[in-house]
């Protein structure tokens, strides 16, 4: 009787290979899986807090007036497997004063992401974004918080002052995320 309950050797190697079968398959599974977890994960390990350090101009380029002039911003760019060099990554307003004081807006409107002109028209000179009415003041603070739909004032970009001693403008870019209170830094 107890011949009977005793797997043969047949059934012992299927057992095993079954088994064995199962834990491949379970194992070979589990990549596209971890795969694509990584993919929709990935944007949330960003933080895009550092921004990019990139060259815009000469100091030579702008004028001792407080004028702000746009200067596109570009520098290469790498999506997935391919790079491009040299492209059109935004575009800031940039204004030197007579103390060779150097601010830099990044022109996306901080509520929708709109570009904020200049306008010189008016008696006291102002950024707007042409999508909502929003003004901002030259130091790229609300203009009237009453009459706005802006959740904050132009976003700032940090301008690197050794290289602006050297002659030129470099600075940290970075876009914002539109429409929050606070300076939230995309990836």
């Excluded at 807090?49 to 570009?74: E, H, I, Q, W, Y």
């Excluded at 690197?160 to 600075?171: A, C, S």
């Amino acid at each position: 009787m107890s011949d009977e309950k005793k797997p043969t050797e047949e059934q012992s190697r299927r057992g095993f290979i079954k088994f064995w079968a199962g834990i491949l398959g379970a194992i070979a599974g589990a990549f596209p899986v971890l795969a694509g977890l990584t993919m929709v994960l990935d944007p949330l390990r960003k933080t895009g807090s550092k921004g990019k350090l990139v060259r815009v101009t000469d100091l030579n380029a702008l004028s001792n007036d407080g004028v702000p002039r746009v200067f596109p911003v570009m520098a290469d760019r790498t999506d997935a497997w391919n790079k491009f060099p040299e492209v059109r990554i935004g575009a800031v307003f940039l204004r030197r004063t007579d103390e060779d004081i150097v601010t830099a807006f990044n022109v996306s409107c901080p509520h929708l992401g709109c570009a904020v002109d200049y306008s010189n028209s008016s008696e006291k000179p102002e950024f707007f974004c042409p999508c909502h009415n929003s003004q901002f003041e030259l130091d790229g603070k609300v203009k009237n918080p009453d009459s706005t739909q802006s959740p904050r004032g132009m976003d700032s970009l940090e301008v690197d002052i050794q290289k602006l001693e050297q002659g030129e403008v470099w600075i940290n870019f970075q876009n914002f995320q539109p429409n929050k209170p606070e300076k939230i830094p995309l990836g």
